[in-house]
């Protein structure tokens, strides 16, 4: 897992020598390429070319995606959909109806979850709704959870073959924010993370 450590205009480091202060004068986005160097720029190019994006509504417990500070620019200049908070609407309908609106557009989906992984695995709230909302959307589109460092195991999490993986993790650390690559569906013949 690579971790990209970033800090806000505004926001006094803890730690000088680890953090990345951004430049007031240019935008977020921009100073967030600025930012991640050579490898570590990935995220930061992914998340221009993204023409659409997907966001949860988040529950009490869940941050809200729209707070992410880095990515709030980028949602102003971007189609931006939102996922229902309504636990009972179809996850496969909600998928197929967001899949004929953006189209071909390349697309990043924001998700929240209970637990991730290194390897990417993420755990929801046991009902399958994300799953099931992941499993129908175009392969192409990147998934991204989003949560607070408490949530990330140490540990591998079993995948259960229902599960489906996250690409990169936003991971918040207090008034920091992290982004780790998981490469879960990046590997080669059709692997898994498990094999």
């Avoid at 190019?45 to 417990?61: E, F, R």
């Avoid at 990147?142 to 995948?159: C, E, Q």
Wanted: proline residues 5%; glycine residues 6%.
């Amino acid at each position: 897992m690579r971790l990209v450590k970033h800090s806000f205009p505004g926001k006094e480091p803890e730690d000088k020598e680890r953090l990345v202060c951004c430049d007031v004068s240019i935008s977020i986005t921009e100073s967030l390429k600025q930012a991640m160097q050579t490898r570590e720029n990935i995220f930061g190019k992914i998340a221009d070319t993204l023409q659409s994006w997907i966001l949860y509504q988040p529950l009490k417990d869940e941050i809200d995606p729209k707070k992410i500070p880095f990515l709030t620019n980028v949602f102003d200049q971007r189609r931006v959909y939102k996922i229902s908070k309504n636990k009972h609407e179809d996850p496969f309908s909600c998928a197929d109806s967001i899949a004929r609106e953006v189209a071909s557009s390349s697309c990043g989906i924001l998700v929240p979850g209970s637990k991730f992984d290194a390897h990417g695995t993420r755990y929801g709230r046991g009902r399958g709704w994300f799953d099931r909302f992941l499993s129908a959307v175009p392969l192409s589109w990147t998934r991204i959870g989003v949560a607070d460092n408490t949530r990330i195991s140490k540990n591998i999490l079993t995948r259960k073959p229902w599960d489906e993986p996250v690409d990169w993790i936003i991971i918040r650390v207090g008034s920091t924010w992290k982004v780790a690559q998981t490469r879960a569906r990046s590997l080669t013949d059709g692997q898994t993370s498990d094999e």
